[in-house]
C-alpha cells in the first residue's frame, strides 16, 4: 500500500532533549516535507527537500534540522526541544514539485514540557 | 500570514444542502489545491486546479478559480455527516506550498 509513514505518533518528552521523528514514503516520491500544525495558525512549512541531498528552509525552519541522505526517508530532528515546539507535526511527500499531490502521513503529536 | 486564507473559519450546515468555502491569496500562482483534514489525521488531497482553469468537477465536488480577483471557491453539494472535517486550500508558492488557515466544516444529520 503507498504510504507516508511517521514514528512516533505520539511523544511527550521534556526540553531539552534531544529527539527524531522518522519518515519514510514508499512511493518513491522525489519531494518531502515537514510541516507543524498549531490552532489558529494552520500548516507552515519546517523544511523541505527536493531530492537527495537537498534540503532547504520553509517558514518556520528554527530549532529544527532536517536529512535527506535516502530518497524514501526523510527525519526531522529537534536538537533542544522547547514547549513552543509542542504540535501536531505532518511530513508530506510528492512526485514532483509545480502541480503534484501531497500524500500526508497520520500526523506525530509532540508535546514538550 | 499565510498566502491561502480560507472563508469562512467555521461553517455547520444540515445534511443534504450545499457547502461553499472560499479560499483567497496574494501572489500569482501555478495551481491551487483543496485537502480534507479529519480530526487530528493527516489531510486528504481533494482536487488540483491550474491557473488557465476556471472551473473543475470531481464527483460531489465543484472549484472554481478566478485569477483576477486571486481566489477559488469550493462547492460541496448535497453534503453528508461524513464531509464534516477542516478543508485547507494551498497555493504553490516557489517552491513551497502554502497552506491557509482551513474551513472547519460540519454537517449535522
Known amino acids: 500500500e503507498a504510504q507516508v509513514t511517521q514514528n512516533p505518533r505520539y511523544l511527550i518528552t521534556v526540553t531539552g532533549k534531544k529527539l527524531t521523528v522518522t519518515c519514510s514514503q514508499n512511493?518513491?516520491?522525489?519531494?518531502m516535507s515537514w510541516y507543524r500544525q498549531d490552532p489558529g495558525l494552520g500548516l507552515r512549512q519546517i523544511y523541505y527537500?527536493?531530492?537527495?541531498?537537498?534540503?532547504d528552509k520553509g517558514d518556520v525552519p528554527e530549532g529544527y534540522k532536517v536529512s535527506r541522505k535516502e530518497k524514501r526517508n526523510f527525519p526531522l530532528i529537534l536538537e533542544s526541544p522547547s514547549p513552543n515546539q509542542t504540535s501536531l507535526y505532518f511530513c508530506a511527500s510528492s512526485l514532483g514539485w509545480r502541480g503534484a499531490e501531497q500524500f500526508f502521513g497520520p500526523g506525530t503529536r509532540l508535546t514538550v514540557l | 500570514s499565510q498566502q491561502g486564507e480560507e472563508d469562512p473559519q467555521a461553517l455547520s450546515i444540515q445534511e443534504g444542502e450545499n457547502a461553499t468555502m472560499n479560499c483567497s491569496y496574494k501572489t500569482s500562482i501555478n495551481n491551487l489545491q483543496w485537502y480534507r483534514q479529519n480530526s487530528g489525521r493527516g489531510l486528504v488531497h481533494l482536487i488540483l486546479?491550474?491557473?488557465?482553469?476556471r472551473e473543475k468537477h470531481s464527483g460531489r465536488l465543484r472549484v472554481t478559480l478566478d485569477t483576477s480577483k486571486k481566489s477559488s471557491s469550493l462547492l460541496i453539494t448535497a453534503s453528508r455527516a461524513a464531509d464534516t472535517a477542516s478543508y485547507f486550500c494551498?497555493?504553490?508558492?516557489?517552491?513551497?506550498?502554502?497552506f491557509g488557515e482551513g474551513t472547519q466544516l460540519t454537517v449535522n444529520p
Open positions: 486546479i491550474r491557473s488557465n482553469e
Open positions: 527537500s527536493m531530492n537527495v541531498e537537498v534540503t
Open positions: 512511493m518513491n516520491h522525489e519531494y
Open positions: 494551498a497555493t504553490d508558492a516557489g517552491s513551497r506550498l502554502t
